[in-house]
């Protein structure tokens, strides 16, 4: 069993970390500079550069892609709003093969504008996954449902706890995962148990860090480093080795306050002290 914090090699950029700071290129750049062994882009970074291009760079530099972050986004309040989403998602298996990705994250989206049936925003997930799967299966690429907090069951994801996560992926079978993101699913009493579930039918894909302050301000950017807050990051991270993840610990802070005003070489340096001291 690997120990995920031992080595920088072990840990991964996610390009939201520095996102109004650096290009993609630059991103790049910083990561071999700081001895980072991974990186996860975001999809509108590719659009600043040529697909193929930025795939080149990312092998040049000797580093692995974590994920892609993101496709999803599966509820619409009409059919053509769902195919769209669905014809969106097929491009972003396409994206996610071209750099040699680990998995494609899916954040799998909320209401539908006007609509008040959470039940139905969820089965339109469950089909929009499903409607993408054959594509992605084909193409050998997974897709890692990501849980996210409650909070953000209307606008973001209606899939919020592991439980439902793993549930999904029973129903869909072969080819779709988790992402576990700890600022999501920390406080969840079933976290432990529901890693377990997932490890064994091996469909632990990735595992996002950072940390939960306390006060929290304003909740879509208001991330905290490793460390600072309140999230035992390190015991999760044993329960992900313990049920067989072996991948990246990938650092995803959105922190338009604090974080995205600071000089990047300064975050990537503080990153790779906390990954190894706190994570
Ligand atoms: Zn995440």
């Known amino acids: 069993m690997r120990n995920l914090s ?9 390009t939201a970390t520095v996102d109004p700071l650096w ?3 630059e991103c790049i750049e910083g990561c071999v500079r700081h001895g980072v062994g991974a990186i996860a882009p975001w999809r509108h970074k590719l659009v600043e550069c040529d697909l193929n291009a930025a795939a080149r760079a990312i092998v040049d530099s000797g580093l692995v892609v974590s994920d892609l972050c993101r496709g999803g986004m599966f509820p619409a309040a009409d059919a053509a709003g769902r195919q769209a989403a669905i014809d969106d998602n097929r491009r972003a298996v396409d994206e996610a093969v071209a750099l040699n990705a680990r998995c494609l994250v899916l954040v799998v989206g909320g209401l539908p504008p006007g609509s008040k049936d959470i039940a139905g925003a969820r089965r339109q997930v469950r089909d929009g996954i499903a409607a993408v799967l054959e594509h992605a299966r084909a193409a050998r690429m997974p897709l890692a449902i ?10 973001r994801a209606c899939v919020n706890t592991m439980a439902q996560a793993n549930d999904l992926c029973d129903e869909l079978g072969v080819g779709v995962g988790v992402a576990v993101d700890v600022y999501h699913v920390w406080w969840d009493p079933n976290l432990e148990a529901e890693i ?16 939960w302050l306390v006060p929290t301000n304003h909740l879509f950017l208001d991330r905290g480093m490793m460390g600072d807050g309140v999230i035992d990051i390190r015991r999760i991270r044993g329960w ?24 990047p070489d300064e975050v990537l340096r503080v990153c790779v002290e906390r990954h190894r001291t706190v994570v």
């Open 6 to 14: 031992s080595d920088s090699r072990l840990l991964s950029l996610n």
């Open 23 to 25: 290009s993609l290129r």
């Open 146 to 155: 990501e849980p996210l907090h409650p909070m953000y069951a209307a606008e």
């Open 196 to 211: 377990r579930r997932a490890g064994a039918a091996g469909r632990l894909l990735a595992f996002h860090v950072c940390d």
């Open 240 to 263: 992900m080795e313990d049920a067989g993840y072996d991948g990246t610990c990938e650092v995803e802070i959105f922190s338009a306050e604090d974080w995205w005003k600071r000089d």
